[in-house]
């Protein structure tokens, strides 16, 4: 595949595909097509004529993230439109760096996502960014995790790893867990450089743990797609899951991940256990009132 061509080939369709109507430019005297001419998305991505020209011919050889991204609005690309005009830019520059991906202010789980995790039920499984925010649960994953919502993790397992005592119970190698967490934000950082939360809780977490400052100085990186760990739960005890990582094609950054315990084995009874416990817990009526005071030892 002739990446020149590819390039070439890919700006002239959208260009094509693009009126002067939908760009909010005025169209008076007859055109010949009914896309934008050049010299319209030179002006909307304010670039010279000729410097696009150069451009729709292929050259993408040295063309800048900022010029790509006014490209990228000029002709209103989507998102996966935007994705592969920077793939074309970095295979003309024989580069592989990583693409920003946009992300809405606010993400909110679609309906079909939140059925697909209730129709998994023999397992914790959860949504999770690469800021290691927990975004979604199924009902045994929001049991097994009831700690990380519950004090300060703040629903975010980096949080919870290291400002939350309880963490220290629940990873028994500890040491470990928190290895691989600060690998886990140690790569989204250098995926995402720009990513002002996830800045906002690297300067948080420094703060307020030499443990984690002292592993973030070591610039260890790792994927976090699938392997075996231990817990142990509160509520049922020492557990021994295997974990599968999905990354959501639909949802770009976001990772699916599914724990499993071995049939037959004292982890799978223990997670049933826990999956009936939060079962009961979810099936109790609300509470409409509550006491002014807690009586007790």
């Not at 050259?59 to 006014?70: K, R």
């Amino acid at each position: 595949m002739d990446a020149r061509n590819e390039a070439r080939e890919f700006l002239m369709s959208r260009r094509a595909n693009l009126t002067p109507e939908q760009a909010g430019l005025p169209v008076s005297g007859h055109r010949r097509v009914a896309g934008l001419r050049r010299g319209e998305v030179a002006m909307l991505a304010d670039v010279s004529p000729e410097y696009y020209a150069k451009i729709e011919r292929g050259q993408l050889a040295g063309v800048s993230d900022a010029v790509l991204e006014s490209l990228a609005r000029a002709l209103q690309l989507d998102d996966a439109e935007r994705e592969h005009l920077f793939d074309l830019a970095r295979a003309a520059n024989g580069a592989a760096q990583p693409v920003r991906r946009r992300r809405p202010k606010k993400w909110v789980a679609r309906d079909s996502l939140i059925r697909a995790l209730d129709a998994i039920v023999a397992g914790p499984a959860f949504v999770r960014n690469g800021r290691m925010d927990v975004l979604a649960t199924n009902t045994l994953g929001r049991a097994f995790y009831d700690e990380v919502f519950d004090g300060p993790g703040e629903g975010n397992l980096a949080r919870y790893c290291f400002l939350d005592e309880r963490a220290k119970a629940f990873y028994p190698d500890w040491e470990a867990a928190a290895d691989v967490t600060v690998s886990i934000l140690r790569t989204e950082a250098g995926r995402d450089p720009r990513d002002k939360q996830l800045h906002d809780l690297v300067g948080e977490l420094s703060t307020c743990s030499d443990a984690f400052r002292t592993r973030w100085g070591a610039h260890n990186v790792r994927r976090h797609g699938s392997g075996t760990k231990e817990f142990h739960h509160h509520e049922v005890g020492d557990l021994t899951l295997t974990y599968e990582g999905l990354e959501l094609t639909a949802e770009p950054g976001l990772s699916l991940l599914i724990y499993t315990a071995e049939p037959g084995s004292p982890s799978q009874e223990r997670l049933q256990l826990l999956a009936n416990l939060a079962a009961t817990f979810a099936a109790r009526p609300p509470r409409t009132e509550y006491p002014d005071t807690i009586q007790g030892s």
